[in-house]
C-alpha cells in the first residue's frame, strides 16, 4: 500500500508521551474450547458494542471509553471502517480509513489518528477488539494497476466496477462481499491492505496491530457466504460472472459431471457437488486472508464469516474457524415463546468453538420497532441469562452509535431520549439503564452455565438447493430446549438415540426452567425470572402471584417491568454490602413510567451504627439524592419511588465520614 500507511510515524511527540503512559500490557487471551482464556486458563466474557464507523475527536475519545468501561463493556467491535460513509461523518475527507481518491489504496490521515486514539484510549479502558480486514471495502477505477500488464482487461475490470458502483446498493451488496473470493485484483488489494493496516504502529500505544493483545478476533468478511449469495440468485457483471461460471464448469467437469445451470442443479449429486465448490471458494479465501494475517506475526484467531448461512457453512467452520458468530435481531418478549432468538442462534454455536453474538439487538423495521420497544428491556435480562446458560463468550450490542456526529464531546450521545435506537444505542437510555446491572450478570458467571448440555450431531450430507432447505438446516431440535440446556452442534455420524431424544421429540413444558434452575420463562405469564445466589431479575408483566424462583426481588404493579439486582462485592444477595439496582417499567398505554415498586427482602440486617443508603445512578443528571432507607419490620426494604433507573445500595455506617 502507498505511503498512507506509514504517516503516523512522524506522530506529535505529545503523542509518543501519551502513549508511553497508556500501555500496560493487556492480558493476552486465547481462545481454549468453548471459551477465550487469560494466562491463568481463567475463563472470561465480553460485554460490548459496535462503533459504527466511528471518528471521534481525541477528546470525545477518552470520554467515550470511559464511559463504556462504567457500564461493563469490555469488548468493541468497530465496523463499516472502509465504508464511504458521508452520510454519517458529513465532515471527513470520506468517511472511511481510505481516502477514495483516484483509488481506495491510500489511509485518509485524519481518520487514522482518530481510528487509532480511539483504540488506544479503549485499550487504556481493557478494552479489546474485534477486528475485520474487509469493514465494507469499496474499490475504484484506478485499483486496476495492482494487477499490471493486460490493458484491455484492465480497461473491462474498471468497466465492470462502474457497472457494479451504479447498481442499487441492496442489489449490489452481496456482489462487493463476493468479488474478492472470485476477483484476483480484489483480493490483492485486500492482502494489500491487511498488512499494510497489521503492520502499522498505532502512534499511541507504539504497537503494530499485528501483536496487539488487544486484537482479540478477526473476520475476513462479514455476513457473507457465497453458496448463500448464489442461492439467492445473485449474479455479477458479465466481466466477473464469466469468470464465476468458468470456475465453475471446471470444477464440476473434473468432479464428474456436467457444469449445467450453476443457479439450478438439476440433480442430487449436482447439488452436492454445487455446495462443495461455492465453499471452496469461500474456504481457499479464507485460507489466503488467514496466510497474510499469520505473516504479519497476527495470531488472533480468525474466522471467515458471521451469520447463519446453513450447515455446509456451519461445517466448514467446524473445520476452520478459530471462532464462531452470528448476529440477531430478534423479539425482545423472550417469555413470549418457545422460539425465540436464542433458538435461531443455537444453530451457529459448535462444539469446542468460543461462540460470540457480533450484534444483536430488538428486531428491525419499524413496524417491529412499533410493537417491540416498549418490551425491549427484556433483552439484556434474556441475554445475561442465557447467553450465560449456553456458555457463550461475547454478547456485542448493535449499535452503540453510527459517525461521530451524534457524539456529545462528553462520550455520550447528545441527545439521550427514552426511545428506541438500535442504531444509535447511546441514544436509548431505557436499554442503557440495565447494561450495567445484566452486563455484570454474563461477565462475571452470576449465572451457572448449563450442567446437562446436549450435542446435535449432523451427518452427511448436508448439501441443500434452495433458500428454505439451506436456512432450516438439517437437523432441528424442538423449540424451547435451548431455555433449558445448552445446545452445541457437531458434525459426524449421528448418535443412535438421537432420534428419539425429548428434545428432538417433544417440546418442554412451560414454566420453562434453565437445568440449573436459576432461569424461569413463563410463557403463560409472560415472565423472565433470574434467581441466582449474587444476582436477581425480573422482566414481563405482573400479576397477583409472586414471580418465580425470586427470594430477595419483589415487583409490584400489573403492567411490564424490567427489575434487576447484583450483589457488587462478591457475596450472596443475603450476605451483601453493595449492590446495583436497575429498574424500568411501561404503563398500561405503553407509555414509560417511572418505574416499578420495588421491594428486597432477606438482605443483610443492619448493625448497630449502620444503615442502608440508596445513591441514584441513572439518568446521569440529575443523579438524585442519596437516600437512607429504613427496614420494615420483617427486615426488607422499599425502594423508593421517583424517575430513577439504576442505583447503588450500600450498607454502611450512619456516621458522617463514609
Given at each position: 500500500?502507498k505511503?498512507?500507511?506509514?504517516?503516523?510515524?512522524a506522530?506529535?511527540?505529545?503523542?509518543?508521551l501519551?502513549?508511553e503512559?497508556?500501555?500496560?500490557?493487556?492480558?493476552?487471551?486465547?481462545?481454549s474450547g468453548?471459551?477465550?482464556?487469560?494466562?491463568a486458563?481463567k475463563?472470561?466474557?465480553?460485554w460490548?458494542?459496535?462503533?459504527?464507523?466511528?471518528?471521534?475527536?481525541?477528546?470525545?475519545?477518552?470520554?467515550?471509553?470511559?464511559?463504556?468501561?462504567?457500564?461493563?463493556?469490555n469488548?468493541?467491535?468497530?465496523?463499516?471502517?472502509?465504508?464511504?460513509?458521508?452520510?454519517?461523518?458529513p465532515g471527513?475527507?470520506s468517511?472511511?480509513?481510505?481516502?477514495?481518491?483516484?483509488n481506495s489504496?491510500?489511509f485518509?490521515?485524519?481518520?487514522?489518528?482518530?481510528?487509532?486514539?480511539?483504540?488506544?484510549a479503549?485499550?487504556?479502558q481493557?478494552?479489546y477488539?474485534?477486528?475485520?480486514?474487509?469493514?465494507?471495502?469499496?474499490?475504484?477505477?484506478d485499483d486496476?494497476?495492482i494487477?499490471?500488464g493486460?490493458?484491455?482487461?484492465?480497461a473491462?475490470?474498471k468497466?465492470?466496477?462502474a457497472?457494479?458502483?451504479?447498481?442499487?446498493?441492496?442489489?449490489?451488496?452481496?456482489?462487493?462481499?463476493?468479488?474478492?473470493?472470485?476477483?484476483?485484483?480484489a483480493?490483492l488489494l485486500n492482502?494489500?491492505?491487511?498488512?499494510?493496516f497489521?503492520?502499522?504502529v498505532?502512534?499511541?500505544?507504539?504497537?503494530?496491530?499485528?501483536t496487539?493483545?488487544q486484537?482479540?478476533t478477526?473476520?475476513?468478511m462479514?455476513?457473507?457466504s457465497t453458496?448463500?449469495a448464489?442461492?439467492c440468485?445473485?449474479?455479477?457483471?458479465?466481466?466477473?460472472?464469466?469468470?464465476?461460471?468458468?470456475k465453475?464448469?471446471?470444477?464440476?467437469?473434473?468432479?464428474?459431471i456436467?457444469?449445467g445451470?450453476?443457479?439450478?442443479?438439476?440433480?442430487?449429486?449436482?447439488?452436492?457437488?454445487?455446495?462443495?465448490?461455492?465453499?471452496?471458494l469461500?474456504?481457499?479465501?479464507?485460507?489466503?486472508?488467514?496466510?497474510?494475517?499469520?505473516?504479519?506475526?497476527c495470531?488472533?484467531?480468525?474466522?471467515f464469516s458471521?451469520?447463519?448461512?446453513?450447515?455446509?457453512?456451519?461445517?466448514?467452520n467446524?473445520?476452520?474457524?478459530?471462532?464462531?458468530?452470528?448476529?440477531m435481531?430478534?423479539?425482545?418478549?423472550?417469555?413470549?415463546t418457545?422460539?425465540d432468538?436464542?433458538?435461531?442462534?443455537?444453530?451457529?454455536?459448535?462444539v469446542?468453538k468460543?461462540f460470540?453474538?457480533?450484534?444483536?439487538?430488538?428486531?428491525?423495521?419499524?413496524?417491529?420497532?412499533?410493537?417491540?420497544?416498549?418490551?425491549?428491556?427484556?433483552?439484556?435480562?434474556?441475554?445475561?441469562?442465557?447467553a450465560?446458560?449456553?456458555?457463550w463468550?461475547?454478547?456485542?450490542?448493535?449499535?452503540w452509535?453510527?459517525g461521530d456526529?451524534?457524539l456529545?464531546?462528553?462520550?455520550?450521545?447528545?441527545?439521550e431520549?427514552r426511545?428506541s435506537?438500535?442504531?444509535?444505542?447511546?441514544?436509548?437510555?431505557?436499554?442503557i439503564?440495565?447494561?450495567?446491572?445484566t452486563?455484570?450478570?454474563?461477565?462475571?458467571?452470576?449465572?451457572?452455565?448449563?450442567?446437562?448440555p446436549f450435542?446435535?450431531w449432523?451427518?452427511?450430507?448436508?448439501?441443500?438447493?434452495?433458500?428454505?432447505?439451506?436456512?432450516?438446516?438439517?437437523?432441528?431440535?424442538?423449540?424451547?430446549?435451548?431455555?433449558v440446556?445448552g445446545?452445541?452442534?457437531?458434525?459426524?455420524?449421528?448418535?443412535?438415540?438421537?432420534?428419539t431424544?425429548?428434545?428432538m421429540?417433544?417440546?418442554?413444558a412451560?414454566?420453562?426452567?434453565?437445568?440449573?434452575?436459576?432461569?424461569?420463562?413463563d410463557?403463560?405469564?409472560?415472565?423472565?425470572t433470574?434467581?441466582?445466589?449474587?444476582?436477581?431479575?425480573?422482566?414481563g408483566?405482573?400479576?397477583?402471584?409472586?414471580?418465580?424462583?425470586?427470594?430477595?426481588?419483589?415487583?409490584t404493579?400489573?403492567t411490564f417491568?424490567?427489575a434487576?439486582?447484583?450483589?457488587?462485592?462478591g457475596?450472596?444477595?443475603?450476605e451483601?454490602?453493595k449492590?446495583?439496582?436497575?429498574r424500568?417499567?411501561?404503563?398500561a398505554d405503553?407509555s414509560?413510567?417511572?418505574?416499578?415498586?420495588?421491594?428486597?427482602a432477606?438482605l443483610?440486617k443492619?448493625?448497630?451504627g449502620?444503615?442502608?443508603?440508596?445513591?441514584?445512578?441513572?439518568?446521569?443528571?440529575?443523579?438524585?439524592?442519596e437516600?437512607?432507607l429504613?427496614p420494615?419490620?420483617?427486615g426488607?426494604?422499599?425502594?423508593p419511588?421517583?424517575?430513577?433507573h439504576?442505583?447503588?445500595?450500600?450498607l454502611?455506617?450512619t456516621g458522617?465520614?463514609h
Amino acid at each position: 500500500m502507498k505511503s498512507g500507511l506509514s504517516l503516523c510515524c512522524a506522530i506529535l511527540a505529545a503523542g509518543s508521551l501519551w502513549a508511553e503512559q497508556s500501555q500496560a500490557d493487556l492480558p493476552v487471551l486465547k481462545p481454549s474450547g468453548e471459551n477465550f482464556v487469560d494466562p491463568a486458563g481463567k475463563p472470561v466474557r465480553f460485554w460490548g458494542v459496535n462503533l459504527v464507523a466511528l471518528y471521534p475527536e481525541h477528546a470525545a475519545a477518552d470520554a467515550l471509553a470511559a464511559n463504556l468501561a462504567s457500564l461493563g463493556v469490555n469488548l468493541v467491535r468497530p465496523h463499516h471502517n472502509l465504508r464511504p460513509s458521508l452520510d454519517w461523518n458529513p465532515g471527513m475527507l470520506s468517511g472511511s480509513l481510505l481516502k477514495y481518491q483516484g483509488n481506495s489504496r491510500e489511509f485518509d490521515p485524519s481518520a487514522l489518528d482518530r481510528f487509532d486514539y480511539l483504540n488506544a484510549a479503549l485499550r487504556k479502558q481493557n478494552i479489546y477488539l474485534a477486528l475485520s480486514v474487509n469493514w465494507t471495502r469499496r474499490y475504484r477505477a484506478d485499483d486496476a494497476a495492482i494487477l499490471p500488464g493486460d490493458e484491455a482487461d484492465a480497461a473491462a475490470w474498471k468497466a465492470a466496477l462502474a457497472e457494479l458502483d451504479g447498481w442499487n446498493w441492496k442489489k449490489a451488496f452481496d456482489i462487493y462481499k463476493m468479488l474478492p473470493v472470485i476477483d484476483e485484483r480484489a483480493a490483492l488489494l485486500n492482502e494489500e491492505f491487511i498488512r499494510a493496516f497489521l503492520k502499522h504502529v498505532n502512534p499511541y500505544t507504539g504497537r503494530e496491530y499485528a501483536t496487539d493483545p488487544q486484537v482479540l478476533t478477526f473476520e475476513v468478511m462479514n455476513e457473507a457466504s457465497t453458496e448463500y449469495a448464489i442461492i439467492c440468485g445473485n449474479r455479477f457483471p458479465a466481466y466477473w460472472q464469466a469468470r464465476l461460471e468458468a470456475k465453475w464448469a471446471a470444477f464440476a467437469q473434473q468432479a464428474g459431471i456436467e457444469p449445467g445451470d450453476l443457479y439450478k442443479p438439476a440433480s442430487p449429486q449436482a447439488k452436492e457437488v454445487r455446495a462443495r465448490f461455492l465453499r471452496k471458494l469461500d474456504e481457499d479465501y479464507e485460507r489466503r486472508i488467514t496466510k497474510v494475517i499469520r505473516e504479519t506475526g497476527c495470531q488472533a484467531p480468525v474466522a471467515f464469516s458471521n451469520l447463519w448461512r446453513g450447515d455446509n457453512y456451519a461445517q466448514m467452520n467446524a473445520g476452520r474457524a478459530g471462532f464462531v458468530e452470528d448476529h440477531m435481531y430478534m423479539d425482545p418478549m423472550v417469555a413470549g415463546t418457545l422460539d425465540d432468538g436464542f433458538y435461531r442462534l443455537s444453530r451457529s454455536a459448535l462444539v469446542d468453538k468460543p461462540f460470540f453474538v457480533g450484534e444483536f439487538n430488538q428486531a428491525e423495521g419499524a413496524e417491529n420497532i412499533a410493537k417491540q420497544s416498549p418490551v425491549r428491556s427484556m433483552l439484556p435480562v434474556a441475554a445475561a441469562a442465557y447467553a450465560a446458560l449456553q456458555n457463550w463468550t461475547g454478547i456485542v450490542w448493535f449499535a452503540w452509535i453510527h459517525g461521530d456526529q451524534l457524539l456529545g464531546a462528553d462520550g455520550w450521545a447528545k441527545t439521550e431520549g427514552r426511545q428506541s435506537e438500535l442504531g444509535n444505542m447511546a441514544g436509548d437510555g431505557m436499554m442503557i439503564d440495565h447494561l450495567r446491572t445484566t452486563g455484570m450478570i454474563f461477565r462475571r458467571g452470576l449465572v451457572a452455565k448449563s450442567v446437562e448440555p446436549f450435542t446435535l450431531w449432523v451427518d452427511n450430507p448436508v448439501a441443500v438447493g434452495d433458500y428454505n432447505g439451506l436456512m432450516r438446516g438439517k437437523y432441528n431440535y424442538k423449540p424451547g430446549w435451548q431455555s433449558v440446556h445448552g445446545v452445541r452442534k457437531a458434525f459426524g455420524s449421528m448418535p443412535a438415540g438421537q432420534p428419539t431424544a425429548p428434545w428432538m421429540t417433544q417440546s418442554p413444558a412451560s414454566p420453562v426452567v434453565s437445568d440449573t434452575k436459576e432461569i424461569v420463562k413463563d410463557i403463560a405469564r409472560r415472565q423472565l425470572t433470574i434467581a441466582a445466589p449474587q444476582a436477581e431479575a425480573f422482566s414481563g408483566y405482573g400479576d397477583d402471584q409472586p414471580a418465580a424462583a425470586l427470594k430477595h426481588l419483589a415487583v409490584t404493579g400489573r403492567t411490564f417491568a424490567t427489575a434487576v439486582v447484583v450483589a457488587d462485592d462478591g457475596k450472596a444477595l443475603g450476605e451483601s454490602a453493595k449492590l446495583v439496582v436497575s429498574r424500568t417499567g411501561i404503563a398500561a398505554d405503553n407509555s414509560e413510567s417511572p418505574g416499578p415498586a420495588l421491594r428486597l427482602a432477606g438482605l443483610r440486617k443492619p448493625a448497630d451504627g449502620e444503615g442502608w443508603f440508596l445513591t441514584p445512578t441513572r439518568p446521569r443528571s440529575p443523579q438524585g439524592a442519596e437516600q437512607r432507607l429504613d427496614p420494615a419490620s420483617d427486615g426488607s426494604l422499599t425502594l423508593p419511588a421517583g424517575a430513577w433507573h439504576e442505583g447503588e445500595l450500600t450498607l454502611r455506617s450512619t456516621g458522617t465520614d463514609h
